[in-house]
C-alpha cells in the first residue's frame, strides 16, 4: 500500500495533512496520494475522505492488479475503458481505452481469474477501482484508474486474504511466520516479489504520464487507491 503510494507523485514525501489524519499522505506540488488499505470498503472510505479534503478536480484509483489474460505482462500497466464491479455488476467508465479492468470482493486465485476472464471479457482485476469511481461519481468527479500488473493469470498465489486485517493493512509478520514453515510455497512468493518490483517501478511513470494528459500543464490533487505490497 505504501510502497504504491511512495511511486505516485514523482517527489513525494510522506506527510499527513492534519494531526487527526486517517491515512498516509504523499505530496508532490498539486498531487496527493492516499494510501487507502486493500479492499473496497477501505478504498471507498479513503477516496470520500480525500475528496471532503483537497475538493479534486481527478481521483485516480492507482495500484496493483493480476492479469486475466496471457498476453497482459507482468510488470505493464492497464488503463481500462471501463471499471466492472463484480459484486453489484455495476460499470464505470475507466478513463482509458484499454479494455476492461474488473474489480473483485476477494484476491483472486487462477480458477477465479479464468472465470472473471471469461464472464466480463476483462484483461486484469483488482479490489479497489469500482469502489473508488463509485465515489467519484456520486462526488461529480472524474475518475481515472491505472493499475500496475503484479501476477499473472496463471501465478499460484498464496491464501493473502487471510492476513488481511479489518483495518485493510496486511499483516506481514502473521504472513512471514505462516510462509516459513512451508517451503514448498516459496517458489510462488519469489515469483510474486519480482513481478511486485516490476510492476511498482512501471506504475509511477504510468501515474506521471496520465496527470500530464489529463492535466496537461500542471499538476493536480488525486486520490490514489491502494492495493496490495509486495505480496499481492
Known sequence: MEREARCLPSEGQPRGIRSQAPYGVFESGEA???????????????????IREFQPELVISAGFAGA?????????CVRPEWVIDSETQERFPG????????TAPAIAGIHHKHALASRYS???????AAAVAR???????????VKAISDGIGTNLPPLDRFIDPKGRFEEVRFVTWAAIRPWSWPALF???????????????????LLQ????????????????????
Not at 494510501?35 to 475522505?49: M, N, T
Not at 486475466?68 to 505493464?76: H, M, P
Not at 465515489?135 to 484508474?145: L, S, T, V, Y
Not at 516479489?193 to 511513470?205: D, Q
Open 32 to 50: 496527493v496520494g492516499i494510501v487507502s488499505g486493500i479492499g473496497g470498503k477501505c478504498a471507498a472510505d479513503a477516496a470520500f475522505w480525500g
Open 68 to 76: 486475466l489474460r496471457a498476453e497482459v505482462e507482468v510488470g505493464s
Open 95 to 102: 478513463g482509458g481505452s484499454e479494455g476492461v479492468l474488473v
Open 122 to 128: 476483462a484483461c486484469a482485476v483488482d479490489m479497489e
Open 135 to 145: 465515489a467519484a461519481r456520486e462526488q461529480g468527479i472524474r475518475f481515472a484508474a
Open 191 to 209: 515469483e510474486l516479489a519480482r513481478g511486485t518490483r516490476a510492476a511498482n517501478l512501471e506504475l509511477g511513470r504510468a501515474v506521471r504520464n
Open 213 to 232: 494528459q489529463e492535466l496537461p500543464g500542471r499538476g493536480e490533487r488525486l486520490s490514489s487507491s491502494a492495493a496490495i505490497t509486495t505480496n499481492r
